[in-house]
């Protein structure tokens, strides 16, 4: 509906580009709808169906970073570095609610899931001023980056198609964030592009089990016939051996051949049955190129209760605290011109509950430190001033 509401828009105005700007790719020669050879998310169809709707990895991998950036509060900072805490101000109802669609939470979950997914995320700014107006969060699958031919200014606008209707922006008219940019110089690269190998591994493995447990777990078969049989014959002994000994309803059969027929096992050895460590393998390969430690999502092998407390400690450090401080500082380039009494857009780094250690430690340390204020103190804690906290206290003994 939102997406429907924004191309509504903008096809109302009509828009011709430039006659010197043409569009260099077509939608299915820009996403690459023809996976590569070597089985990496090169489209944003295969990232979506064959990454995060199939892997069960991908899935939680992606829901990890989405859901702990979108639980942030955003704040806003003035000139002076200190937090504008009316709830009242223009871009604060702005921020609460983006659109009569969603919620800031969601459309933050939309835009980091994107962005986890493609390497690439879109938010649309619809006549934001004075803090009238929306924000949109607009799938990367639906845009095309239609280049100026300018080193430093690429974009010359974006096309966007959805939903039967297609509409161009304006460069500024989308907010664009991306990780590190593939050679077109614009859109960013996919971290599911490096796991393609990964991800095709584990459906391969998966795909293999499910067929083993179809046929009892048992190798494959060869029956050898004394005499030539004819096509009729062949067919007819085919059917009656998948009735009566596939699938998981006939694990154990026992097989009575006659007519001199004879059977072998084309086997495999152990090594062939072990595909659950390629699993386990290609598994860890997807986190890391998610930036997840393994423990979060699955590796047993390692999943003790201080290894799950560093693994949380590092997520935070090492994966949300820098894709929240690219979000807020990218929002923060598009929409804080228009506000100017706001000088930045941040947020509230004590949600983040890893990084808070060991908040018994820190009071214990705290109370026997006397080279810190009452106030200084308190401010460790995240705690507001009280009157004369400003005074350094010290022991009169030695």
């Known amino acids: 509906m939102g997406l429907r509401k924004i191309l509504e828009r903008k096809s109302a105005a009509p828009?011709?580009?430039?006659?010197?700007?043409?569009?260099?790719?077509?939608?299915?020669?820009?996403?690459?709808?023809?996976?590569?050879?070597?089985?990496g998310m090169t489209d944003y169809r295969s990232q979506l169906m064959d990454g995060y709707a199939s892997n069960p990895y991908v899935c939680k991998c992606v829901d990890l970073r989405a859901t702990a950036v979108s639980s942030l509060t955003p704040v806003l900072y003035d000139q002076d570095g200190n937090e504008i805490e009316d709830r009242n101000h223009p871009l604060a109802r702005l921020l609460r609610r983006p659109n009569p669609s969603c919620t800031?939470?969601?459309?933050?979950?939309?835009?980091?899931?994107?962005?986890?997914?493609?390497?690439?995320?879109f938010i649309q700014k619809v006549d934001v001023i004075d803090g009238m107006g929306e924000l949109w969060s607009i799938p990367s699958g639906d845009v095309i980056a239609v280049p100026s031919n300018d080193y430093y200014a690429p974009v010359a606008y974006?096309?966007?198609?959805?939903?039967?209707?297609?509409?161009?922006?304006?460069?500024?008219?989308?907010?664009?964030?991306?990780?590190?940019?593939?050679?077109?110089r614009i859109m960013g690269i996919s971290p599911l592009q490096s796991a393609g190998l990964s991800i095709t591994q584990q459906t391969e493995a998966r795909r293999w089990n499910v067929a083993l447990m179809r046929n009892g777990a048992k190798p494959s078969i060869v029956i050898r016939v004394p005499n030539a049989m004819t096509q009729s014959q062949f067919e007819q002994f085919k059917k009656r051996l998948d009735a009566r000994h596939a699938g998981e309803n006939n694990a154990g059969s026992t097989m009575v051949l006659d007519d001199g027929k004879d059977i072998s096992t084309a086997g495999f050895n152990a090594r062939d049955m072990d595909y659950s460590t390629g699993v386990t393998t290609s598994a860890k390969e997807i986190a890391i190129a998610m930036s997840v430690p393994p423990e979060l999502i699955g590796d047993s092998a390692n999943k003790t209760y201080s290894n799950a407390q560093e693994a949380n400690k590092e997520f935070a450090q090492h994966t949300v605290v820098p894709l929240a401080d690219r979000f807020y500082s990218k929002l923060s380039w598009h929409l804080c011109p228009l506000y100017p009494d706001v000088a930045r857009i941040g947020y509230d780094e004590q949600e983040i509950d890893a990084l808070k250690g060991d908040e018994s430690a820190l009071i214990s340390a705290l109370e026997t430190c006397e080279f810190l204020t009452v106030n200084e103190k308190r401010a460790r804690l995240s705690y507001g001033d009280v009157e004369g906290g400003d005074v350094l206290m010290v022991s009169g003994t030695k």
């Open 15 to 39: 828009s011709t580009p430039p006659e010197d700007r043409t569009v260099s790719r077509t939608l299915q020669e820009f996403l690459g709808l023809l996976r590569s050879s070597d089985g």
């Open 104 to 121: 800031w939470s969601e459309l933050v979950y939309s835009a980091q899931a994107d962005y986890a997914l493609s390497g690439n995320a």
């Open 158 to 184: 974006w096309q966007v198609s959805g939903q039967g209707m297609t509409a161009r922006f304006g460069p500024d008219e989308l907010i664009h964030m991306h990780t590190i940019v593939g050679t077109d």
